[in-house]
């Protein structure tokens, strides 16, 4: 044993028993990986978050210089100090914040004047700047000295040539938007419409031209029309390129002397230095995404291939956070051990993901879904485990290698990028290990667990023998047969395309992915993101408003009140801050304002005048620059071409100006035709109160500013009747289908052909159906079960046919034209010998097969069919007026178990052809030779009374036995390949009605409602002459001799009396049996020990039809038409609906829907979660029963010489197949489905067995 | 699938879908095509990646810059992607030896970000010198088809696409059509060949994958008649 062959050993060994581990502690287990992935995710808490949002550090004006370039001699403490402070910032910003109002507010202004002569203010101001010098010891310096000289605008800017300065300082103030020149400003008419000129018009997140030079956010300024507060507030924005605090501080005070504030709070003694970040352009963003894009098909398509787990999408989401959490921990790790992150995360992170793979994970999950599906879970996970184990850890030897191998290239960037691959490649590996093989197993537990559930049952009812004897030729037969059943699915693409028109493919597309709503959702989330996050201060100074107008009595109302002229109005304004008090503007002016108005100073006059605005400065105002973009100083600089990404600017403390102005001076400053230009004639101009323009009616000076608000109010309201009808209109052409109206709007008038809803009708297709002729009567009683399909006719005449071929296998006649021919030979030919049966059966022609002689034979009869007719028609006009009361007779024909043709005499048939065989083969019988010909002779024997000799009744097949129910209450089990009675039953006389064959169970329910359960028992016989079988009549054993094995049909249970009248469905699955009956009730009854478990009441009348799957879901319909759905573990009504009109006639499920068919010929289909209807489909008279699930979605309807497939998700017409020429005439009364997906239907006395058309079938 | 189809009986049509895909010649188009369209989106989007350096913050039209190179580079490299990726597939079926290496889209995935990776450090990593780039990017080319490929056939083609761009790059930049910053392997960057042979490793990948489809359908139609 080699040293790789040991170590190979020792690692499947560790690996086995940690398996073990993981799978027997699965909850600790993640827990504690939960615990580790949280504790090495520890770290990351401290690295900045990762976004492009500035970054702020603010130290103090006093003694400040800039901090040196080389950060490493810097004194203090460091820990306070961002990494990013280091050496002179891109700029020095000073801001100076005018705010002026004109107070004493005149009755006779306008609105305009509220803005015009603030405005005009900051061409004196920005003068005043521009020839401020310092003169002191060292020699005067001036503005250009210190400020930033810029030289040219981007050449993409040329709209804005005019408006930022092109050479020079940096100045901007509101005066650029009349390139600082006062004559201009004087001569323009529409101040608003020069400053709003260069506004977007759609929403935009980076900085305005507005926003640039009044460098406050726009709701600030003032200038509006409708500011009920009649003040402006603009700043002058200052660049320099240096800091000079002498400069700066006798500029601020010059400007402090020449325009007092008089209550300003502003300590300005802290200096802002901003960080901004690298911005993301596209030109890098279309790489990163295309990573990214990459990554995730990566994911998608390792993930799809986990498979034959219970929840794939459980374990997918496992894998993902297996590597996530793996990347986390190893950038948390790296970063505990003091290995900071200098390359960018976003970009290198899908190579990570990529480099550490989820290739690991996949195998494993591979490995373990192929161990044996029988063992425990443990020993599964440890095996798959174990046995992937030298691959894992020999590719993780090789990734680490290669990794290292990177590590040694010695790039910085390299090496750390190994450095983080190599910690997660331990770290995932880890997880794997801990996390996703405990998943696992977790996983893997609830499947077996769902598994149990669905198979337990029916495994408890299968006998520990092999249910059935069969030839061994037959077995051979099966094996080659694919086992699983055919499924069918949809050609998704091209099939599809090549039908559906174009819009309903395009709504379908959007219905199906959901599309709309995910991208209105997506839009409303993102848009309220954006306005969120341009504007947080917006909601903020909105709610405050709110609160403040909802102060009882507001100001409002007394300054619409109608006041006599001559009164100076002095209507109010709000607060200057919404955020004070709504009390305190109601302080007195004359304490605030002292001497400032001395002429209305008047007590009388201040009652109804209020206070003028007050300019206050408080906190908030230094802080002002904040409620800007955060894109306003990178988009200013940008203009200049000059980058701030990782740079960082100084903002020096604000200069306040405030300007108080009064009417005189405001009228001087106003525009010739400012008194009957556009926005002055809103306010009426008798009054000249502007604020009487709001409506008054509303009795609320908010009301101008409310107009606004209204009118958004009113265009979203429109938009949004606009699209309520807009989606009408298309629900109304796209979706005409009746939803939820029972029987309304056929889907097709009778005679026509058969078309969509949309008037499209598909394509006929004329398939030549296999016909399997050979009854003479009308085909009753149908069964299969993939491979065989047995029929029975009016006639009494039972047919076995191969179901792959359509050839008859083997005719057992009714037991009349035994008895009229005479000829004891001519039984031979439907009592095949079992050597050749199958195999003459697979080479005849399914016609009319010749019949096989004994040598020892006469001559054939050639036309063996001729004296059946003559019974047939005695048979009938017997049965015609023999028949008893049927049970249902509206039924009949949609049952299809139920048969209603009386008086043959199937039984004696039987017998004596037994008896004859049986001399004949093993002539050591103890049954006298001389009975035969006796009873030939006789006729009946007594005890065969023509009511015991049953018509047949209900019929069912599996694995190559069939079980027949008389009329007479006789079970008989043949043999379908052989054609022999195999046993025979009659423990009652009762007819019956209908059989459930499952496993090896028979369960009889008969016409006086009671129930018997027999279980068919195979014994294996030593010899053949050991046994013989007896006709055991009237016994409940009975067993007949066949080939090497016997089957004995042995009574287990009876039920006497399970309903009160006639049992009329009957169904069995999942260990469960079913019973419906006559008098209004369902029962479930326990398969293996017939214990009743619960009965169901809810129907108003005669239970119909009954379906149960596997899942325990248990539906069932009754002559109310209506529809039950029951829960079969608590026996609880899960849901009601009424169905039909009449009866319901058949009912049968498929994962997502009901599908149900009533007398009134309608089939509808239902959800089968919530009972709605989803829509129906209009049959031909006469062949409302006639359905058939192929698979969960395609659907098979009769109707007349035709049948139908439709798509069952969208109830689209697919396919109509005609069955030849012929058969027009001839509804399909009755379609069965096989397990290869062909479909017998019952036309009459014919089957026609038909494919589904090759291009439904067809597969990817 | 086609094992469980072939065994059902009864009347088998082609339908026309199956038909027009099984046909050759449309199938070989569509692979082009395909392969087309990647190339030209993978040169533009590593195009970008190379010019990315020298672009500021701010461009004035940023849309532009993504075009920035002449028109003829992503219709080139489109075109020159459908040769390999139908090359490969081709050289494999002549070989007779069908490449069985981990043949999934997943794996492809993986291999197109290892290369696009690639590029992005010959972009992005500040390397000391051009030989240590180089070697680095040999280097990780050389993992690339060991990790994706491991064929022979592979390893030849793909070395000799590399000969013949890097030869068909220095042509046209010898007559300057366009040039490089700073040539150091005569007027090419030396890391090119790499990033060719890469490339070519990378497209042959995906070409092989979808003639993958191919292979099924014929398989199929085989069974079938």
């Not at chain 1, 086995?16 to 581990?21: A, E, I, N, R």
């Not at chain 1, 209507?571 to 209305?600: C, H, K, M, W, Y």
């Amino acid at each position: 044993m080699t040293l790789t062959e040991r170590l190979r050993e020792k690692i499947s060994q560790a690996f086995y028993s940690h398996g073990l581990l993981c799978a027997s502690y699965p909850v600790p287990i993640v827990l504690f990986t939960g615990l580790c992935i949280l504790a090495c995710c520890y770290p990351l808490l401290k690295l900045p978050l990762p976004g492009t949002g500035p970054v702020e550090f603010a130290t103090p004006v006093k003694d400040y210089t800039p901090p040196p370039a080389d950060p490493e001699p810097w004194p203090g403490e460091p820990s306070e100090r961002p990494d990013w402070y280091v050496g002179t910032p891109v700029a020095y910003i000073q801001q100076i914040f005018v705010k002026t109002s004109v107070s004493p507010w005149h009755k006779n202004l306008l609105a305009v004047d509220v803005f015009r002569s603030p405005l005009s203010r900051a061409f004196q101001l920005v003068e005043e700047i521009r020839n401020h010098v310092l003169r002191d010891s060292s020699g005067t310096r001036s503005l250009e000295d210190v400020c930033l000289q810029v030289t040219d605008l981007l050449p993409g800017l040329r709209k804005l040539r005019n408006l930022l300065p092109e050479h020079g300082c940096l100045l901007l103030s509101p005066g650029n938007f009349w390139q600082n020149d006062r004559e201009r400003f004087h001569a323009d008419r529409d101040i608003i419409g020069t400053i709003h000129q260069h506004e977007p018009k759609t929403l935009q997140t980076s900085a305005t031209l507005k926003d640039l030079l009044f460098g406050v956010p726009g709701k600030y300024s003032g200038v509006s029309l409708y500011k009920k507060r009649r003040m402006v507030s603009y700043t002058i924005t200052l660049v320099f390129q240096h800091y000079h605090a002498k400069f700066l501080g006798s500029l601020r005070a010059r400007l402090m002397l020449l325009y007092p504030s008089p209550n300003c709070s502003l300590r300005a003694e802290s200096l802002v230095h901003v960080h901004f970040k690298e911005e993301i352009g596209i030109a890098e963003l279309i790489p990163l995404v295309t990573t990214y894009i990459i990554l995730f098909a990566y994911i998608y398509f390792s993930t799809r291939k986990i498979d034959m787990v219970k929840s794939k999408w459980g374990l997918a989401l496992a894998a993902v956070v297996t590597v996530l959490s793996s990347l986390l921990m190893s950038v948390g790790l790296c970063t505990l051990f003091g290995l900071t992150p200098t390359l960018n995360g976003g970009e290198i992170f899908p190579y990570l993901v990529v480099v550490i793979g989820f290739e690991n994970v996949l195998v494993l999950t591979k490995s373990v879904v192929s161990t044996p599906v029988d063992l425990e879970v443990k020993l599964r996970i440890a095996q798959g485990l174990s046995g992937e184990s030298w691959s894992i850890m020999k590719n993780m030897a090789t990734e680490l290698g290669i990794i290292l191998i990177g590590y040694f290239t010695l790039v910085p960037a390299i090496q750390e990028f190994c450095l983080f691959a190599v910690v997660g490649l331990v770290s995932d590996f880890f997880l794997q290990m801990l996390f996703f093989t405990t998943v696992l197993s977790i996983d893997i537990r609830r499947m077996e667990l769902a598994d149990l559930n669905k198979r337990l049952p029916a495994e408890a009812c299968l006998p520990p023998a092999k249910p059935v004897g069969r030839p061994a030729r037959y077995e051979r037969q099966l094996a080659a047969r694919p086992s699983t059943p055919h499924t069918i699915t949809l050609q998704p693409s091209s099939f599809r395309n090549l039908r559906l028109p174009k819009r309903l493919r395009v709504v379908y597309f959007l219905a199906r992915t959901r599309l709309a709503q995910r991208l209105i959702m997506a839009g409303t989330v993102v848009w309220i993101g954006i306005l969120v996050y341009t504007d947080p201060a917006g909601l903020r100074t909105y709610l405050a408003a709110q609160v403040t107008e909802q102060s009882p009595l507001g100001e409002g109302s007394l300054a619409s009140m109608p006041v006599p002229s001559g009164v100076l109005p002095a209507s109010r304004v709000d607060p200057a801050f919404a955020i004070f008090p709504p009390d305190a503007p109601r302080l007195p002016e004359n304490q605030t304002l002292p001497g400032e108005q001395p002429e209305q100073a008047g007590p009388a006059e201040s009652a109804q005048d209020g206070p003028v605005p007050e300019v206050t400065w408080g906190p908030e105002d230094e802080e002002r620059w904040r409620e800007l973009s955060f894109r306003h100083w990178p988009t200013l600089f940008s203009y200049y071409n000059i980058t701030l990404a990782k740079r960082y600017i100084s903002l020096l403390p604000v200069i306040p100006v405030t300007l108080r102005l009064n009417p005189r001076e405001a009228l001087e400053g106003r525009h010739p035709q400012d008194g009957h230009s556009a926005w002055a004639s809103r306010g009426p101009a008798p009054p000249g109160v502007w604020e009487a323009a709001g409506p008054a009616g509303l009795g609320s000076a908010q009301a101008p500013r409310d107009v606004t608000l209204y009118k958004v109010a009113l265009l979203g309201l429109a938009a949004g009747v606009a699209l309520v009808l807009l989606l009408l209109c298309l629900y109304r052409v796209l979706c005409p289908r009746d939803y939820g109206q029972p029987g309304g709007g056929g889907r097709r008038r009778r005679g026509e052909l058969p078309c969509d809803d949309y008037g499209y009708a598909p394509p006929e297709t004329e398939i030549v159906p296999l016909v399997l002729r050979g009854h003479l009567m009308d085909i009753e009683c149908l069964a299969s079960d993939g491979m065989l399909l047995v029929s029975s006719c009016l006639a009494g005449h039972v047919r076995v046919w191969d179901a792959q071929t359509g050839d008859c296998l083997t005719r057992i006649p009714r037991p009349g034209q035994r008895r009229d021919s005479g000829s004891p030979e001519a039984r031979e030919h439907w009592a095949r010998l079992p050597e050749d049966g199958p195999k003459a059966g697979a080479q005849e022609p399914r016609d009319s097969p010749p019949r096989r002689r004994r040598p020892r034979g006469p001559p054939p009869t050639l036309f063996g069919d001729q004296p059946d007719l003559s019974c047939l028609i005695d048979t009938d006009f017997a049965g015609a007026q023999s028949k008893p009361s049927q049970p249902e007779p509206r039924h009949r024909a949609g049952c299809g178990r139920v048969c209603d043709t009386p008086g043959y005499d199937f039984n004696r048939l039987v017998q004596r052809a037994c008896r004859s065989e049986g001399p004949a083969r093993h002539p050591p019988s103890p049954t006298p030779p001389s009975e035969d010909p006796t009873q030939d002779k006789d006729g009946p024997p007594p005890a065969w009374t023509p009511s015991a000799e049953g018509s047949i009744w209900s019929l069912e097949l599996q694995g190559g036995l069939f079980v027949v129910g008389r009329s007479s209450g006789r079970l008989e089990v043949w043999d379908a390949i052989e054609g022999e009675l195999r046993c025979s039953s009659e423990v009652s006389s009762s007819g019956i009605t209908a059989l459930v064959f499952l496993d090896a169970r028979v369960v009889a329910a008969r016409l006086n409602g009671s129930l018997d359960f027999f279980s068919l028992e195979t014994h294996a016989v030593l010899s053949p002459l050991q046994f013989r079988g007896t006709s055991g009549r009237g016994s409940s054993l009975s067993a007949l001799q066949s080939g090497s094995d016997v089957v004995a049909c042995r009574l287990t249970h009876t039920v006497p009396c399970a309903h009160q009248k006639p049992i009329t469905a009957l169904r069995a699955a999942a260990g469960r049996l079913v019973t419906g009956s006559q008098d209004h009730t369902l029962r479930v009854f326990r398969l293996e020990d017939s214990c009743c478990l619960f009965t169901l009441q809810g129907h108003s009348g005669a239970i119909t039809s009954v379906y149960v799957d596997q899942t325990m879901v248990l539906a069932s319909g009754g002559q109310d038409g209506a529809i039950c759905l029951w829960d079969m573990l608590t026996g609880s009504r899960v849901s009601h609906m009424f169905a039909h009109r009449g009866d319901v006639t058949s009912l049968t499920c498929t994962a997502s829907c009901i599908i149900s068919s009533g007398l009134d010929d309608l089939i509808s289909i239902w959800d089968r979660s919530t009972g709605i209807k989803l829509y129906s489909i209009q049959q031909d008279l006469g062949c409302g029963a006639s359905l058939g699930v192929i698979s969960d979605n395609l659907l098979v309807t009769g109707g007349q010489g035709c049948v139908s497939f439709w798509d069952l998700n969208y109830g689209d017409l697919l396919q109509t197949v005609y069955l030849g020429k012929n058969s027009e005439a001839q509804p399909a009364r009755q379609i069965l489905v096989l397990d290869n997906a062909a479909i017998v239907c019952n036309f009459g006395s014919e089957l026609s067995l038909v494919y589904v058309p090759s291009v439904l079938e067809k597969l990817d | 699938m086609a094992e469980g189809e072939t065994e059902s009986p009864g009347p088998k049509k082609c339908g026309p879908y199956i038909s027009s895909v099984t046909s050759q010649s449309v199938n070989l188009v569509i692979r082009g095509v395909v392969l087309f369209f990647i190339g030209v989106f993978l040169a533009l989007v590593l195009n970008l990646l190379q010019i990315q350096r020298n672009v500021t913050l701010f461009p004035p039209d940023v849309i532009a810059s993504i075009f920035s190179s002449a028109w003829w580079v992503p219709p080139c490299c489109g075109t020159a992607s459908a040769v390999i990726g139908l090359l490969y597939p081709c050289i494999d079926r002549h070989l007779g030896e069908p490449h069985k290496f981990k043949r999934e889209w997943s794996s492809v995935m993986r291999c197109v970000a290892v290369f696009v990776g690639i590029n992005h450090a010959s972009a992005k990593v500040d390397f000391d010198n051009n030989i240590q780039l180089s070697l680095t990017l040999a280097a990780l080319s050389i993992g690339l088809w060991w990790t994706f490929d491991r064929s022979r056939s592979g390893f030849g083609l793909g070395v000799g696409i590399a000969f013949l761009a890097t030869v068909v790059t220095q042509l046209l930049v010898y007559n300057g059509v366009y040039q490089y910053t700073s040539p150091d392997f005569l007027y090419v960057r030396s890391w090119l060949p790499c990033i060719f042979f890469a490339g070519g490793i990378t497209m042959g990948n995906i070409g092989r994958q979808l003639a993958m489809y191919e292979c099924k359908v014929i398989a199929e139609k085989s069974h079938q008649e």
